[in-house]
């Protein structure tokens, strides 16, 4: 039932909008355009203003005609830099990709076809299938800054589905991880460093001694990174100000918190030896999940997946997503791979065969009486 042709049409014209973090409206409007076409009025809600964007998440009920309970399904409008003027490019063996000086846009393009292009072959089909829920969020690569505003009161589902997931159709992610980030700032004294360095306090080398004591990587059941350092204005002043920020991950969120202390005391001891001062801060973007793959959606998937000839694997990511907030606030769901590879790089790619597989998938689990 799936169209081939109307699926990768739909890819290529979504690819091709510019759909940056906080400026999905274009795409948002395509999206609505498609929803419209299938008698499907979708509400949008007041993120934009609290996010400072330009669009709010898209959420759509669907009225079923078994009496079973309703199911899922999310992806995300928004795409990393270099997100505006991409172009799909597809070759004869089916591979699709951007030119190369942009990625190509299918995390989350391709998880927001596949479930339109489902949504349009079910009713064509005039199947008998369960309640659905769609929901398209907004800035999710900004530590889901959009989900994080989305009234959960309008969820009906306890089970869900978000296709954002790299590798191929197939496979899923029980378990994530939470997402701890940290901002350490140093404070020293600024002097001329050729007349009176020694009148100075050096807070760059303050952020270097706690930085020498930060492990970072893989550290006991946590990784670690620190990510950026900033200080400094000029060659011959002695910085009064260093920055660092990173974050910590992990599946279990006290062995996050506990790793988050640690750092901490690394950067009050680097501080205290330079006699600077220090500001930490610190934010809780995400919080780990983990949903048994006895779980009937977990089961639902791998048997959808073998009716289908495909091979279901359920495996950990060390990948936040919107999922995350689904489960916390009460639903059992996955993250499933619709087809995208090489993600948040210029060679990220897809193809027609596993778009195609990752439409019959979805079609199929809304058609479930699992």
């Given at each position: 039932?799936i ?5 990768i ?7 091709e ?6 400026g999905?409206?274009?795409?948002c ?7 419209k ?24 009920y ?45 995390d ?254 979805t ?8």
């Amino acid at each position: 039932m799936i169209q081939k042709e109307r699926l990768i049409s739909l890819f290529k014209r979504l690819v091709e909008i510019d759909n940056p973090s906080r400026g999905e409206r274009k795409i948002c409007d395509s999206i609505i355009q498609v929803l419209k076409e299938n008698q499907i009025v979708p509400k949008e809600d007041d993120s934009a203003e609290k996010i400072g964007g330009t669009a709010g998440n898209l959420y759509a009920y669907i009225e079923g005609s078994l009496d079973l309970p309703p199911i899922l399904f999310s992806a995300h409008m928004d795409t990393v830099e270099p997100s505006c003027g991409k172009k799909a490019l597809i070759s004869q063996e089916g591979i699709i990709t951007s030119e190369g000086a942009t990625v190509l846009g299918a995390d989350n393009i391709s998880g927001i076809s596949v479930i339109l292009e489902a949504l349009s072959a079910l009713k064509e089909s005039g199947l008998p299938h369960r309640p659905i829920e769609i929901l398209f969020d907004v800035s999710e690569e900004t530590y889901c800054t959009g989900i994080s505003n989305f009234n959960f009161t309008n969820i009906r589902s306890k089970e869900g589905y978000v296709l954002d997931l790299d590798g191929p159709v197939g496979r899923a992610a029980y378990q994530a991880p939470s997402i701890l980030s940290f901002r350490a700032e140093f404070h020293g004294k600024a002097t001329h460093a050729a007349f009176s360095p020694e009148d100075g306090i050096h807070g760059i080398k303050a952020a270097a001694k706690a930085i020498s004591r930060i492990e970072c990587g893989k550290v006991n059941n946590t990784i670690v990174n620190i990510g950026t350092i900033t200080g400094g204005i000029a060659d011959n002043i002695v910085p009064d100000s260093c920055t660092i920020t990173g974050e910590v991950r992990s599946f279990s969120h006290k062995d996050a918190s506990r790793q988050l202390l640690i750092i901490e005391r690394a950067v009050k001891r680097g501080a205290e030896e330079f006699g600077a001062t220090w500001d930490f801060t610190s934010n809780t973007l995400c919080i780990a999940y983990c949903v048994a793959p006895e779980q009937l959606v977990a089961k639902r998937f791998k048997n959808v997946c073998a009716s289908l000839g495909l091979q279901p694997r359920l495996e950990q990511t060390f990948g936040g997503s919107v999922n995350n907030h689904f489960v916390l606030h009460g639903m059992n769901g996955i993250v499933i791979a619709p087809g995208m590879n090489s993600c948040h790089s210029l060679n990220e790619y897809t193809t027609v065969e596993e778009l195609e597989r990752a439409a019959n998938l979805t079609l199929s689990l809304m058609l479930s009486k699992e």
